[in-house]
């Protein structure tokens, strides 16, 4: 059976959904409220990580634990990492990675987690496709792409810092939690989307940007996911 996972690193970001599902079941763990019940028909859990790559691995492997899910949606807000990549546009991962981890004194390419085999963790191609088409439909006046989202536990805002990130690792956008969250569903073998509005150029604007757009951005990104789940 199809039991949705839906992970927002912050309350802006689930606030939305949450207030649509009809709630069954609510559960604390890891000091973490998980919400258990149907959206759009769909069942779903839906679950506020906190911020960060820890709380985001945390809150993937209780999904996985506990509810059992059978796929894990991403949803929230990211630093554009593209020129083209505007304001209130979306991406949708293909992949994603960590980009602050540096074992290349092993051998490793930068941004790899030793032994774990790969260097950026695949998303379920279903999703990511369904998630494009929805996107067009339900957010017409919107641009959506397709590409690399990057993470790290640290708030890009700074040009020379996001282009370092660009030359390393050919991402669309940055942010704390999607690496960590594909990281963790790709051990337990459970099929993930990342999917992020953009809320800043994630360069020395960003201090101003963030507070401004992440409202309407996290909005943009839950509709779609909202939208996406009987469908999948
Ligand atoms: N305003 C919050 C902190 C937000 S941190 C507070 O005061 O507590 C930024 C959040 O948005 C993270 O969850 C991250 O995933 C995302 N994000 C958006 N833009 C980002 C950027 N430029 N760099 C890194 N993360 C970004």
Redesign the pocket.
């Known amino acids: 059976m199809k039991k949705i996972g839906i992970i927002g690193?912050?309350e802006l970001e689930v606030e939305a959904l949450k207030s649509k599902m009809s709630i069954r079941n609510k559960k604390e763990k890891a000091s973490m409220e998980f919400l258990e019940g149907t959206l759009q028909g769909t069942e779903v859990v839906i679950v506020r990580s906190g911020?960060?790559k820890v709380n985001a691995a945390l809150c993937t492997q209780i999904l996985c634990d506990l509810f059992e899910v059978s796929h894990i949606i991403n949803t929230?807000?990211?630093?554009s990492l593209k020129k083209e990549i505007d304001i209130g546009d979306i991406v949708v991962s293909v992949d994603a990675l960590h980009h602050d981890v540096d074992v290349r004194i092993f051998g490793y390419p930068l941004g790899e987690v030793p032994q774990v085999g790969c260097l950026a963790f695949p998303a379920d191609e279903h999703l990511a496709n369904l998630a494009v088409s929805c996107c067009k439909e339900v957010n017409p006046d919107i641009q959506v792409y397709q590409g690399r989202v990057v993470?790290g536990d640290?708030?890009?805002?700074d040009k020379q810092v996001k282009d370092h990130i660009i030359d390393n690792f050919q991402g669309f956008c940055?942010?704390?939690?999607g690496a960590s969250i594909a990281h963790a569903a790709y051990l337990n073998h459970v099929p993930f989307v990342v999917i992020r509005a953009i809320?800043?150029k994630?360069d020395d604007s960003?201090e101003m940007d963030?507070?401004t757009f992440?409202k309407a951005a996290a909005a943009h990104s839950a509709a779609l996911v909202e939208h996406m789940l009987p469908l999948i």
């Open positions: 690193a912050m911020i960060g929230g807000v990211a630093g993470s640290q708030f890009i805002s940055v942010e704390m939690e809320s800043d994630a960003a963030y507070p992440e």
